[in-house]
């Protein structure tokens, strides 16, 4: 069965500070890996994702996100987290064969503390 | 100009009652999704619909019935309200339909939908 997982419901972290936000998946063949940003009473913003190719991505606002197979990880980071990066990030998967169908996170909640 | 719309943003009603909530894409995309979201945040597709023609109907209640006049719009429709409903609900869409093979593809979500069923 496919699923992604993100162990962390919450994430705190001081501004200025590096921040990592962690996702694991476990589906068949190599999945396409997204992550996505809610604010508070928004709807999903595309972040980035990973197809093929260098495993590091980078995407909006500064982030970005490392691919590590062996691992079967996509954590989500930022060198430097600004009070503004606090939202709700999910990552999410799309098993290669089953096209444009995703599968989300249960979601990890930053908190970026001024 | 919003890409992809939806209304209402809140809605409130009492258990039992019928509902709509609306969704709209200017992307000129031809597929698009209803996901709901609970209370803890859990995001699970519902439905999808490519070119008007349901592709992905997932365990929901026969109370929900998805309907898409044209490749624009995707509208909800809920009967029966329960209070397990309460819910966010996003609309989103993509270029390509759910089994399309397309390594760009990605999908673009709505603002939401908050029901609160009393």
């Known amino acids: 069965a496919q699923s992604v997982a993100q162990p962390e419901d919450q994430v705190n972290v001081a501004e200025g500070n590096p921040l990592t936000v962690k996702c694991t998946y476990s589906v068949s063949g190599n999945p396409y890996l997204f992550w996505y940003v809610q604010y508070p009473n928004r709807g999903l913003q595309f972040l980035l994702k990973?197809?093929?190719?260098?495993?590091l991505v980078k995407g909006s606002y500064g982030f970005e996100a490392e691919f590590n197979k062996s691992q079967t990880s996509f954590h989500l980071k930022k060198p430097s987290a600004l009070v503004s990066d606090s939202a709700l990030y999910f990552c999410?998967?799309?098993?290669?064969?089953?096209?444009?169908?995703?599968?989300f996170g249960t979601g990890t909640s930053l908190t970026v503390i001024p | 100009d919003t890409a992809v719309s939806q209304t209402p943003k809140y809605l409130v009603t009492q258990m039992g009652n019928d509902k709509s909530i609306k969704c709209e894409q200017n992307l000129g995309h031809d597929t698009m999704y209803w996901y709901k979201q609970d209370s803890k945040k859990f995001l699970k597709i519902m439905f999808s619909?490519?070119?008007?023609?349901?592709?992905i109907n997932e365990t929901v209640p026969n109370r929900f019935s998805p309907k898409s006049p044209d490749k624009a719009h995707l509208n909800l429709h809920i009967n029966s309200l329960e209070l397990g409903d309460s819910a966010v609900y996003f609309c989103a869409s993509s270029s390509k339909p759910p089994f399309w093979d397309s390594s760009t593809d990605t999908q673009y979500f709505g603002p939401g939908t908050r029901l609160t069923v009393l």
């Open positions: 619909y490519n070119n008007k023609e349901l592709i």
């Open positions: 999410a998967v799309r098993p290669p064969e089953s096209g444009n169908q995703f599968y």
């Open positions: 990973y197809i093929t190719g260098d495993n």
